[in-house]
């Protein structure tokens, strides 16, 4: 797209009602911050202006590809949303222009903090950790889907607002985030339940749930389109601390020993300050690669793991920088692996590898339903303008979302 000059968004003017999603931004936040935005622009008075952002750079929404899918079904163009590398909310809230509402997360993680006294509004279906505070209502309820929240204050609201669009985009996320809302899968609630059968009574040409939630499912891990890096990015997981450990999912069998995925291991920690990969594959191996002196500690640490097993045989490898392993538990995956990557840090570091707060970092992963900590972003200027941004949500009304 066209290339967007910074603003001066620290001079006077209308104030923005920012609606943000967690740092994972996966299809539920994503929905929850542009249907309650659009609530929000069909209902509010005055000059506010009231804004979707997305919690991730505008270059990282290829890695969600069910976010991707979703708005591609219902006709809503990526151009038209808004990223957080675009927007200096910081700058915003120094002119006294930015009113905030949390979805789909009820704290602002910790390099956010200072942000916190322009959060008005919170709408989330995580633990409640926020305090209460009357000058910021909070609803916080344990349903599988942020989406039924915001579908909730719809209906009783507005109820007029809902259209096909805007009612497929809900629908898509809470089918998806209730594993299509099989009891047995334990996500779905009642309300969850209320909403969904609400909506598809209102809209009975909406796709039927099976093959909607097959279709998002699908889009989740469909790789096709990503390039190596890229998809050492998609689902990321990290420990930071005095140094910083990266584990990845790739959905396919990566040949370790090929130039070019050497290369490319190389450049995902340089560019991300990686010091070590740890990549889980298809094929369950697992690869740690680099030359720190630490490699070799971890790589006995999870061959010994005992809780749980990983049950690891090394595997041959032409490249010097490179273990690999077999790992015969399939049941460990990484959730299994990244706590154990954090007690070795521990003790080799004298319980000094993390530092307070900080777990997960870098680029956020693509989760069901979490959010991820710490993820540091672009502190410049925003690159977008402030009648830009205007312009962005007229053409998101005109889009009729």
Not at 152 to 175: S, W
Not at 296 to 312: F, I, K, R
């Amino acid at each position: 797209g066209q290339d967007l000059q910074p603003a001066d968004v620290d001079r006077p003017g209308p104030p923005f009602h920012v609606v943000l999603g967690n740092e994972a931004c996966d299809v539920d936040s994503m929905v929850s911050a542009l249907a309650f935005s659009y609530f929000l622009f069909k209902t509010a008075h005055g000059d506010t202006v009231p804004l979707p952002l997305l919690n991730i750079r505008r270059s990282e929404l290829v890695l969600r590809s069910d976010n991707v899918f979703l708005l591609r079904q219902v006709g809503l163009s990526p151009e038209l949303l808004l990223f957080r590398d675009q927007v200096d909310l910081r700058a915003l809230r120094r002119a006294g222009r930015l009113r905030l509402t949390l979805v789909d997360h009820n704290v602002l993680p910790s390099s956010d903090c200072d942000l916190e006294d322009a959060v008005v509004e919170v709408i989330d279906h995580h633990h409640q950790e926020r305090e209460s505070n009357p000058t910021c209502p909070v609803t916080v309820e344990t349903v599988g889907s942020c989406a039924t929240l915001v579908t909730e204050r719809i209906l009783q609201k507005a109820p007029e607002i809902l259209d096909q669009q805007l009612a497929q985009l809900l629908y898509g996320a809470m089918v998806l985030d209730c594993v299509n809302m099989d009891p047995a899968a334990g996500k779905v609630t009642p309300k969850d339940s209320q909403y969904a059968e609400a909506l598809e009574r209102r809209f009975p040409t909406l796709p039927p749930r099976g093959a909607l939630f097959q279709s998002l499912q699908n889009a989740k891990f469909d790789v096709s389109d990503l390039n190596t890096e890229q998809m050492l990015l998609k689902d990321m997981k990290a420990v930071s601390g005095s140094l910083n450990v990266a584990i990845s999912v790739l959905y396919i069998t990566l040949e370790v020993s090929h130039h070019g995925n050497t290369i490319i291991l190389r450049r995902y920690r340089d560019t991300h300050r990686i010091v070590r990969n740890v990549s889980g594959y298809v094929s369950y191996h697992q690869t740690l690669a680099n030359t720190h002196p630490y490699c070799s500690q971890v790589s006995q640490y999870l061959e010994q793991s005992c809780s749980p097993a990983l049950d690891l045989c090394p595997t041959s490898t032409p490249l010097p920088h490179v273990s690999a392993y077999h790992q015969g538990n399939r049941l460990a995956s990484r959730k299994k692996l990244l706590p154990l990557v954090k007690a070795c840090l521990r003790e080799q570091h004298g319980g000094g590898a993390l530092g307070p707060g900080e777990e997960e970092s870098d680029v956020p992963p693509t989760p069901m339903n979490s959010l991820v900590e710490g993820c540091p972003l672009n502190e410049g200027l925003p690159q977008i303008s402030v009648q830009d941004l205007q312009e962005k949500v007229s053409k998101l009304e005109a889009a009729d979302l």
